[in-house]
């Protein structure tokens, strides 16, 4: 007796096969999606681990080799990379972030201390380098550990809507701990990154100009440049180092008592999807990254002695931004460099006093 | 960074691989079957037999080729970074490979031509890969 209409036994089995897959994807269509969505994921947090490992042996590798200890630094690594920082209660927001600043110092303090003591023989500026490594081991660390946390919870509840927002947001999260990835490897032999694009172009200006130690890891150069007086401020390299520019510019108004016709600052900016690496743009703003603190104390001076503040920005990816620096990128510096000229020809009168700010981190350039 | 892996997370999972083979034994059953059909006379079993042997087996080294696939890049590639070393002076330029120490603006030995020092002017990579633009 036939099943289905049809003649053969091919087209009978044929249909029966078409009538079961109906119905299996019928009660269990969003259940297979889910698996698939899961082997998906899966598939990346392997990957993720991998990167995570690879991170931990090259900080732990690059430790031995540059600072020499006496013991093995494993166990202190590991212990590093679980290091966590509590941001400030913001339920009353004033003077917030004077008290996230202080966090980040005592952050800083501490990091550098453990790196310290894990690699002695190493100089400043490579205990600036391996805390750079380790920070990029650390985050890696903390994005594998974070994706692995959804996944669990979505396989324990068998929720498809975590595994889902997992699964969307996974592609962005790969590109970003590759980015780390390869910053680590940047980091350690101390080679330059795309986000010192902007110290880059101040290094050229300042160059063969005496330099003096301002507030905190910065370095600043009284340059004339088309008959102003430039104070060029960039983090202290060739270490990796981001320094405090909100502090030094603070310090350089400070000095001259707010007789400061413009500031300039010049960073590396995330560029769009379709925009070129290497592009320039300028604006109006201070161009600085980071949990907003430097940015705070920048905006707070200039708008205490109403000074213009101009921005010019590299773009650039992510990926490129802690990654070495792009050919692009250090191409793009000259273009950089004549922009600025632009905006002081522009935007000063002869003889004024301007601050040009390099903001990003100098490893691997000095000044 | 590529030199060395990881085992537990580079190697291709054995229940994947288990299924991989089955189906691909499968597969050369259904082509001999097809086979023997044939020689038998039954020319359009024969016919799906064949059809069903090639796409079991298609499948299967599609399978295959794209976890091995998979496997290959998920090593980490440390890009080649290039120094420029140039003398001030005169202006000669050359580039070599990034050596540990080198930083932009450092001193290096004096230049072969004049008596001034060179300096590494840039440290970059180059990214060979043309970035796509989707026609937009």
Do not use: W
């Not at chain 1, 370095?219 to 088309?226: L, Y």
């Not at chain 2, 490979?97 to 932009?104: A, P, T």
């Amino acid at each position: 007796m036939s099943v289905v209409p049809g003649s053969d036994a091919i087209s009978q089995i044929i249909s029966v096969v078409f009538y079961g897959v109906f119905i299996v994807f019928m009660f269990y269509g969003q259940r297979i999606q889910m698996y698939i969505m899961i082997r998906e994921v899966e598939g990346s947090l392997y990957k993720l681990k991998y990167i995570k490992e690879e991170g931990r042996k090259i900080a732990i590798e690059t430790i031995k080799e540059i600072g020499k200890p006496q013991t093995d630094p494993t166990a202190r690594v590991d212990r590093y990379l679980e290091y966590f920082t509590i941001t400030p209660q913001s339920m009353d927001p004033a003077g917030l972030v004077y008290k996230l600043d202080h966090i980040l110092d005592v952050r800083d303090t501490r990091l550098k201390d453990e790196v310290k003591f894990m690699a002695p023989a190493s100089d400043e500026i490579q205990v600036n380098n391996l805390e750079n490594t380790l920070e990029a081991a650390m985050a890696l660390n903390f994005i594998y550990k974070v994706v692995r946390h959804y996944y669990i919870q979505g396989k324990k509840t068998l929720s498809l809507y975590i595994i889902m927002q997992l699964q969307m947001i996974l592609p962005l999260v790969m590109k970003e701990a590759e980015a780390y990835a390869s910053a680590l490897k940047a980091f350690a032999y101390g080679q330059p990154i795309g986000d010192g694009a902007g110290p880059l172009v101040v290094a050229k200006l300042m160059h063969g100009y005496e330099t003096r130690k301002v507030p905190k890891d910065c370095v600043v150069a009284t340059v004339p440049i088309e008959g102003r007086t430039a104070f060029i401020i960039k983090a202290e390299g060739p270490g990796g180092n981001v320094g405090k520019p909100g502090d030094a510019v603070k310090a350089v108004i400070a000095e001259n008592e707010g007789k400061i016709s413009s500031v300039i600052m010049i960073d590396a900016g995330l560029k769009l999807e379709g925009e070129t690496v290497g592009e320039v743009a300028e604006g109006i703003g201070a161009a600085i990254g980071g949990p907003g603190v430097d940015q705070f104390k920048i905006e707070e001076a200039v708008v205490q002695y109403h000074i213009p503040i101009h921005a010019v920005i590299v773009k650039e990816d992510i990926g490129d931004a802690v990654s070495p620096m792009r050919k692009e990128i250090a191409d793009s510096v000259d273009k950089v460099i004549e922009r600025v000229k632009n905006v002081i020809l522009e935007r000063t009168k002869e003889g004024d006093k301007i601050i040009i700010v390099g903001v990003g981190n100098t490893i691997g350039i000095g000044q | 960074m590529s030199d060395t892996s990881t085992p537990a997370t580079t190697k291709i999972s054995t229940y994947l691989l288990m299924i991989v083979l089955v189906v691909l034994a499968l597969s050369i059953v259904a082509l001999l079957l097809a086979v023997q059909v044939y020689l038998v006379g039954n020319e359009i079993v024969a016919g799906y037999l064949l059809v069903i042997g090639f796409i079991a087996m298609g499948m299967a080294t599609y399978v295959l080729f794209q976890s091995r696939k998979r496997v290959a890049s998920m090593k980490i590639e440390a890009p080649k970074v290039m120094t420029t070393v140039e003398c001030r002076k005169c202006g000669v330029k050359s580039v070599r490979e990034f050596q540990r120490g080198d930083f932009v603006f450092k001193e290096l030995d004096a230049c072969q031509k004049c008596d001034d020092k060179n300096l590494i002017t840039a440290i970059y990579k180059e990214v060979k890969e043309k970035e796509k633009t989707y026609g937009v």
